[in-house]
């Protein structure tokens, strides 16, 4: 990747907050209007490469940017998580927390997470433990 999306400096529309060691920038992806993503300001691949500061850093900006999503959004729950490697999701090899608001009327409303992960079209022939 030449230039990664997610590394400092971010355009001033994307970004909403930041604190000493992350930003909490705006997902630009239409389809998932007002959620937005925690990025570490360095460039780290997966939350396995975040130093503690900067895990720490995550977690008071979660909670930030909740209460700012509660404050305009008033959603009626969240989807948080963190998509790591391509298998598991991540098209940007830079380390970002998804915060999504959710709402009671969306089509897939209590739809988490794992839902897809639990599809039977989705077991796997064998089985690694």
């Known amino acids: 990747m030449d230039a990664c999306p997610f590394c400092p400096p971010i355009k001033t529309e994307e970004l909403i907050m930041e604190s000493e060691y992350c930003l909490f920038i705006a997902n630009t992806d ?46 009626d729950g969240f ?30 409303a209590g739809k988490g997470l794992r839902h897809h992960l639990k599809q039977k079209n989705n077991q796997r022939t064998s089985q690694r433990i």
Request: aromatic share 10%; proline share 9%.
């Open 30 to 75: 239409d389809t998932l209007a007002g959620s937005g993503m925690i990025v570490p300001k360095q460039h780290r691949e997966t939350v396995f490469d975040l130093t503690p500061e900067e895990f720490n850093d995550t977690h008071f900006l979660l909670l930030r940017a909740k209460a700012w999503m509660d404050d305009i959004m008033k959603p």
């Open 79 to 108: 989807t948080v998580g963190w998509n790591c490697y391509p298998v598991g999701g991540q098209t940007v090899p830079h380390a970002h927390l998804h915060v999504i608001p959710r709402f009671q009327d969306e089509p897939l």
